[in-house]
């Protein structure tokens, strides 16, 4: 029996009607959730991305303001425009597009974003707050893998989880999320001996690798649900990190790429958004709440 298709459209179709009503409560009160994107030097890479970060946040009733800046701009230029941008209660999240030129290391700009701000969940306050199971605002892809994860009729709790990948931002993460819910977790990187020993023993598996095909049908076992985050450009078509046709016969469930942890990644974005105004808002009236004298 052939792997039912995870729809990670309509997953993402509903985030962002519950999204649309948040953002127009928080407007209501003052608060319209606004994004700022930040593009450096030859922006054509990252175009599309921009164009449906922005195509996505409008639907959500999220305001989106795309600024593209030379590949000369230096990075103490960037690091006051940044600091600027913290310090705009209009401006709600930052986004770092990439890639950067090289001579700006994205890792600091990460850094210089406002933890409250940082709705792409890059800094490491924010990833560092999954080791505490804080979720406040965690990677985007990450959670958005975790996320359909959950629309599945599995168990959480237990589930045997093998993560293909260990990168700072997905795989890491996706560790730690799995863990809090409950489940048993094993991370395989390129010196694991036997990833097919791993992924066969898991229930759920998760890969991010940035190698198409990586993953084959006789990786898993029978019935398991497949995430596939990775996104690879082979011979002009998009494919993931897994042997799709292979993977879908013996797969219980299973992600496409296109259409599988996309939309859902873009939604976790402007879900992060709505939750970095609210966080905002709170603490602005935390701080400037009148008091009896």
């Known amino acids: 029996m052939r792997a039912a298709l995870i729809d990670g459209k309509a997953i993402a179709s509903d985030m962002r009607a519950r999204i649309a009503a948040e953002a127009a409560e928080l407007a209501e009160a003052g608060w319209q959730p606004k994004l700022v994107s930040i593009s450096v030097g030859d922006t054509a890479a990252a175009d599309l991305y921009v164009r449906n970060q922005k195509k996505q946040a409008e639907s959500a009733g999220v305001q989106f303001e795309a600024r593209a800046y030379p590949g000369e701009t230096s990075l103490e230029q960037l690091t006051g425009i940044l600091q600027g941008l913290n310090a705009?209660?209009?401006?709600?999240?930052i986004i770092i597009q990439r890639p950067l030129p090289p001579h700006i290391p994205v890792k600091v700009l990460q850094k210089l974003v406002h933890p409250l701000k940082d709705v792409e969940g890059m800094h490491p306050a924010s990833i560092g707050n999954i080791v505490y199971n804080d979720?406040?605002?965690?990677?985007?892809?990450a959670v958005a893998a975790v996320e359909i994860l959950k629309t599945l009729p599995l168990p959480i709790e237990g589930l045997n989880v093998t993560v293909i990948g260990h990168s700072e931002i997905v795989g890491k993460p996706i560790a730690?999320?799995?863990?809090?819910l409950g489940a048993t977790v094993t991370v395989c990187h390129h010196m694991t001996r036997s990833v097919a020993m791993h992924s066969r023993a898991a229930d759920a598996v998760f890969v991010a690798v940035g190698k198409p095909g990586l993953v084959k049908g006789d990786m898993l076992k029978p019935g398991a649900a497949l995430i596939d985050i990775g996104i690879n450009l082979v011979d002009g078509l998009t494919v993931g990190d897994a042997?799709?046709?292979?993977?879908?016969e013996v797969a219980g469930w299973i992600t496409p790429v296109p259409g599988g942890v996309g939309p859902v990644t873009v939604a976790t974005l402007m879900q992060n958004a709505v939750l970095a105004t609210r966080m905002q808002m709170d603490q602005y009236r935390e701080s400037y709440a009148q008091t009896d004298v």
Do not use: Q
């Open 88 to 93: 705009d209660p209009r401006v709600n999240g």
């Open 243 to 248: 042997d799709f046709d292979s993977c879908a």
């Open 176 to 180: 730690f999320l799995m863990m809090g």
């Open 135 to 141: 979720l406040a605002l965690a990677p985007c892809t």
